[in-house]
């Protein structure tokens, strides 16, 4: 396995990839691609589970990329600058999609809590105010569906829980509330999150499933009973404590999986 590690432009953010070498004996040697966006409050990336998150999409046949994106400590107030490091993210591995063996029409980027934050904007923005920004047409930008687990999905919705915090996010938090920003060209979205999250209240979930439902836009979602927040694989590997081990929740791996392969058909 290669192992390749990319600067994005603004200097702040860095793709990091997991990419198996073609089997020439296989019908299919360009692979789909995930891209994992860990969470870290936008404080910080938790790198060691990010890899553990990438690996375990690796093992099933994937070429598995986590993005470190700008923080707080890099900008302030936050606004979309990570948003945008993940268009940037995209854009690289179709440019490299030859080089790196992928599936240009495969790419589904994984948010985890304030990572799961940035891909439902991004589900929002890619095909309106992206490419504007970027100045590049939205097909470069087009994720083939995404991935939300136990997401920040809006500011307004219990996280962060100070106004102070807040405002270092956003001066206007409602164009950070993602469920406020679905449209019919938002692609099609698998979420998953544990009822009693103490710290990113399901409800977030909940709003994003609804305004994916009114928009018409196909989406499954998956409200485990119980898991503290951060649950990642939920398993030994990436528990950070003893409950954070819950074989329950630690399907949703199982059913995203089936979920991406059906969507590929």
């Given at each position: 396995?290669?192992?390749?590690?990319?600067?994005?432009?603004?200097?702040?953010?860095?793709?990091?990839?997991?990419?198996?070498?073609?089997?020439?004996?296989?019908?299919?040697?360009a692979?789909?691609?995930?891209?994992?966006?860990?969470?870290?409050?936008?404080?910080?990336?938790?790198?060691?589970?990010?890899e553990?998150?990438?690996?375990?999409?690796a093992?099933?046949g994937?070429?598995?990329?986590?993005?470190?994106?700008?923080?707080?400590s890099?900008?302030?107030?936050?606004?979309?600058?990570?948003?945008?490091?993940?268009?940037?993210?995209?854009?690289?591995?179709?440019?490299?999609?030859?080089?790196?063996?992928?599936?240009?029409?495969?790419?589904?980027?994984?948010?985890?809590?304030?990572?799961?934050?940035?891909?439902?904007?991004y589900?929002?923005?890619?095909?309106?105010?992206?490419?504007?920004?970027?100045?590049?047409?939205?097909?470069?930008?087009?994720?083939?569906?995404?991935?939300l687990?136990?997401p920040?999905?809006?500011?307004?919705?219990?996280?962060?829980?100070?106004?102070?915090?807040?405002?270092?996010?956003?001066?206007?938090p409602?164009?950070?509330?993602?469920?406020?920003?679905?449209?019919?060209?938002?692609?099609p979205?698998?979420?998953?999150?544990?009822?009693?999250?103490?710290?990113?209240?399901?409800?977030?979930s909940?709003?994003?499933?609804?305004?994916?439902a009114q928009?018409?836009?196909?989406?499954?979602?998956?409200?485990?009973?119980?898991?503290?927040?951060?649950?990642?694989?939920?398993n030994?590997?990436?528990a950070w404590?003893?409950?954070a081990?819950?074989?329950h929740?630690?399907?949703w791996?199982?059913l995203?999986?089936?979920?991406?392969?059906?969507?590929?058909?």
């Amino acid at each position: 396995m290669q192992v390749i590690q990319q600067k994005l432009s603004g200097g702040h953010a860095q793709l990091t990839g997991f990419l198996h070498q073609p089997d020439q004996n296989a019908h299919q040697t360009a692979l789909p691609a995930i891209i994992i966006v860990p969470g870290g409050s936008y404080t910080s990336i938790p790198v060691g589970q990010a890899e553990s998150l990438a690996m375990a999409f690796a093992g099933h046949g994937y070429q598995a990329f986590f993005l470190e994106y700008t923080l707080l400590s890099n900008q302030a107030p936050l606004e979309l600058a990570p948003v945008l490091d993940l268009a940037w993210a995209i854009q690289l591995i179709r440019q490299r999609a030859a080089d790196w063996h992928v599936d240009a029409d495969q790419l589904t980027p994984v948010g985890f809590s304030v990572g799961g934050h940035i891909v439902a904007l991004y589900n929002d923005y890619w095909a309106s105010a992206l490419p504007q920004t970027l100045h590049v047409d939205a097909a470069v930008l087009k994720p083939q569906q995404v991935i939300l687990s136990y997401p920040v999905i809006s500011p307004l919705l219990g996280f962060p829980k100070d106004a102070a915090t807040l405002a270092k996010w956003s001066a206007t938090p409602t164009k950070l509330a993602a469920d406020q920003h679905v449209s019919a060209t938002n692609r099609p979205t698998f979420i998953w999150v544990t009822a009693d999250d103490p710290i990113v209240p399901a409800t977030n979930s909940l709003a994003y499933a609804t305004a994916l439902a009114q928009a018409n836009v196909p989406y499954e979602l998956h409200v485990f009973k119980h898991g503290p927040h951060g649950l990642a694989l939920a398993n030994h590997q990436t528990a950070w404590k003893t409950d954070a081990v819950q074989p329950h929740a630690a399907h949703w791996l199982e059913l995203a999986l089936e979920w991406l392969a059906d969507n590929q058909k």
